[in-house]
């Protein structure tokens, strides 16, 4: 069992599932593709990833260009800042984002749909973060814009000093890159 929150963009989703706990531990549902469906979430997802990161990495903005994915991500451990960019062509909110801490304490998981980039901080010591695609991912496909956008604005929070790749620290600005989807 699940309960869906809507965002500020259209198709974003937060999904907090049931927990049920007591002195052993818990136990949650975390994908159930019935009651996903029921819930207007049709996604058939083909391929789980898996990252570990130290504090302060950042990874992101990144999409793929021909091959979009949607993503359905959470934590399993840790905490993460994790943000959506709306790339869809003609959408009133392209170029806008909605970002939500996901931890290993309040299970959150964010259903980002095709036609978004998407990228996550790390704010606890470690964190280990998983998604679920929908399409397989196409290593000479991908692409990204910079993390620090002015004209996205997305308000990072302070998790220490930033830890990027090259490739990442290196993006252009959306404005610069000209991209967006036909979705």
């Known amino acids: 069992m699940v309960e869906i929150i809507k965002t500020s963009i259209e198709g ?25 469906h029921e819930k ?9 990833n898996q990252s570990r990161s130290k504090k302060g990495v950042l990874r992101g903005l990144h999409f793929q260009k021909t ?3 949607a993503k359905l ?18 959408s009133s909110t392209y170029g806008k984002y909605v970002g ?13 749909p095709k036609g978004f980039a998407h990228g996550f901080l790390v704010c606890s010591e470690t964190a280990t973060f998983v998604y679920k ?8 496909d991908e692409g990204g814009i910079a993390y620090n956008d002015p004209d996205i604005g997305i308000s990072w929070p302070d998790c220490g000093e930033l830890l990027l790749s090259e490739k990442d620290a290196n993006r252009k600005t959306l404005k610069e890159s000209g991209i967006f989807f036909k979705c």
Not at 21 to 26: H, L, Q
Not at 104 to 112: G, Q, S, W
């Open 73 to 90: 991500v959470r934590v399993l451990e840790g905490e993460v800042f994790d943000v959506a960019v709306d790339l869809r062509e003609g």
């Open 12 to 36: 974003v989703l937060i999904i907090e599932p049931k927990v049920f706990g007591d002195a052993r531990g818990y136990f949650m549902e975390t994908y159930n593709q019935r009651e996903f």
């Open 100 to 112: 939500v801490y996901l931890s290993d304490k309040n299970n959150r998981m964010f259903l980002i």
């Open 133 to 140: 695609c929908d399409d397989f991912y196409h290593p000479e």
């Open 67 to 69: 091959y979009p994915q």
């Open 40 to 48: 207007g979430i049709t996604n058939i997802f083909v391929q789980d």
